[in-house]
């Protein structure tokens, strides 16, 4: 029977990567993610896999391009400002409907920022963060546990719909070790008749390119990816609801965030207010639907971020703008305390029973 | 139960070890629990603090804010830690790297002078352990009997006197605080 181990979060996802199938690891290190590159760097040579740090971010993620066109599972890992560097990569990737995992461990920003946890890359993630019209599958993990679940459903996901897909996470989910149950977990397969394999004399070569000069081409191109991600919003939402249906303040959260917000409605529920916890699971496709029918009885909702207030958007949005929506966060590395995120609890609270 | 322990001392006085060994304890123990370092440049030296939780239930935020038991290796961690206590709350102090008494009087302190005791009898570099020791016997936050087979997690099996020589100082500690 597996056995539970302890495990750093970024360890969790190397060990979660191979035990599905990936063998091609490209990147370059930066805290607080250094841990994943470390622990490829020891496995990948003994299963016969490939390690490679690159001389750059920018060329860590066009040797991804390389790989994950050749058809093999694929990833790299950096942390904000390294993610910015791949950014034009990602967008061909995009563009080119290259299956690939990237993690992103954020860090504060922006610039080089510090290398405390921050999640203020929520819009570069769930915008796609490089130019043209695309999105990324994003994926945000709560725990040591779901490092490593999120990990395999990332590359399944990636492969499944051929879209390049990002772990969201932060510095504490990164450094934190928790118990982790690592089952055998070899993800679901999936064919890839595109890739460039070579054609044995036997079919058509295949192209995997991003440029066309012809709008009617390049538009049907934008239009056939789009229906893809529309599948993705149909099929592949994720979140996790606590103590959410009697709730009259409802807070949002993901990863770290959650985590807070979870002990806050605890003790707010200690007290006889009636709280309760919505934390994404997948940041595109936000869950939308979900919280827009939470809003149906909840009365205030509290987006609880360390940024400046990125995910409240995609709240308001998601709810239409029928409840108040306010900002419980700290940024720069900090991160609120619960005490911080009860204080906006009750604050909420009193302006529901004043009537306000 | 749930158990909130804040260690904090400085780069090298064992801090992740000593936050490890508790994790890696609760592990064995098949309790719920989480270690979170603090891992900016203060792991090359300066202040250093460990969160570790252990519980029954799942643990919701790792950090901790409000410690149920702080253990403080040096001044500026008393300092910053000591108010954060929760009432009713435990202090374990290294009396002799700190110069100043706990003034809180809501709490229960423990002062085991534990690197003079770590120079004295010959364990030199592991006061961490000899004030775990106080902390164990005192709070019953992992059973003494899982030691062992926790101690082998952290120390490799490569290095059997490093093993013994810890879990000897552990024992050192039951007797001081």
């Known amino acids: 029977m597996a056995q539970k181990v302890l495990m750093k979060g970024n360890e969790a996802i190397a060990e979660a990567a191979i035990s599905c199938g990936c063998r091609h690891y490209f990147g370059y290190p930066i805290t607080p993610q250094t841990e994943i590159a470390a622990y490829m760097a020891k496995r990948m040579p003994k299963i016969g896999g490939t390690f490679l740090q690159a001389e750059s971010e920018i060329a860590a993620i066009n040797m991804v391009i390389g790989a994950a066109s050749a058809g093999v599972r694929v990833m790299t890992s950096s942390s904000s400002p390294g993610i910015s560097l791949k950014g034009e990569g990602i967008s061909y990737m995009a563009g080119c409907d290259l299956p690939a995992l990237i993690v992103n461990v954020q860090r504060g920003g922006p610039g080089l920022g510090g290398i405390q946890p921050s999640q203020s890359d929520y819009f570069q993630a769930t915008r796609g963060g490089g130019h043209g019209d695309y999105h990324l599958l994003v994926l945000a993990p709560a725990s040591v546990q779901e490092m490593a679940a999120l990990t395999v459903r990332g590359f399944d996901l990636a492969d499944k719909y051929r879209i390049p897909c990002m772990l969201l996470a932060d510095g504490t989910m990164g450094q934190m070790m928790e118990p982790v149950l690592l089952e055998e977990s070899t993800g679901e397969k999936t064919e890839k008749p595109w890739a460039l394999t070579g054609t044995g004399m036997k079919r058509k070569h295949n192209i995997i390119n991003s440029l066309s000069l012809t709008p009617d081409e390049l538009e049907r191109w934008n239009l056939d990816r789009y229906r893809r991600y529309a599948e993705i919003e149909k099929n592949e939402v994720a979140y996790e609801e606590y103590l959410c249906d009697d709730a009259d303040v409802v807070t949002v959260g993901f990863g770290i965030s959650a985590r807070v917000a979870k002990n806050a409605v605890k003790a707010a529920r200690a007290e006889g207010i009636k709280a309760g916890m919505f934390r994404p699971i997948t940041l595109w496709p936000f869950p939308k639907e979900a919280l827009l029918a939470r809003a149906a009885t909840a009365r205030e909702f509290i987006s609880v971020e360390l940024s400046m207030g990125q995910m409240i958007e995609d709240v308001e949005l998601a709810i239409k703008c029928t409840r108040p929506v306010t900002l419980c966060s700290r940024v720069g590395g900090m991160i609120p305390s619960p005490a911080e995120v009860l204080a906006a609890i009750r604050a909420a609270d009193a302006r529901i029973k004043g009537g306000i | ?177």
């Open chain 2, 1 to 177: 139960m749930t158990k909130n322990i804040l260690i904090a001392g400085f780069g090298g006085q064992g801090v992740l070890f000593t936050g490890k060994f508790l994790a890696y304890a609760a592990l064995l123990e098949d309790r719920q629990l989480s270690w979170l370092p603090s891992y900016g440049p203060e792991m090359r030296g300066g202040t250093c603090n460990c969160s570790v939780i252990i519980s029954d239930e799942p643990v919701g935020s790792p950090i901790v804010t409000e410690p149920d038991i702080l253990i403080a290796m040096n001044r500026p961690s008393l300092d910053k830690f000591e108010p954060a206590v929760v009432p009713g709350g435990e202090i374990y102090v290294d009396s002799s790297l700190v110069d100043r008494k706990v003034e809180r009087k809501d709490v229960t302190v423990h002062y085991v002078p534990s690197t003079a005791l770590s120079t004295e009898r010959g364990f030199d570099g592991i006061a961490n352990m000899i004030l775990l020791g106080s902390v164990i016997e005192h709070s019953a936050v992992i059973d003494k009997k899982d030691i062992p087979a926790a101690m082998a997690k952290v120390v490799s099996a490569k290095h059997k006197d490093l093993y013994e020589f810890n879990i000897k100082a552990i024992e050192l500690g039951y007797e001081f605080g």
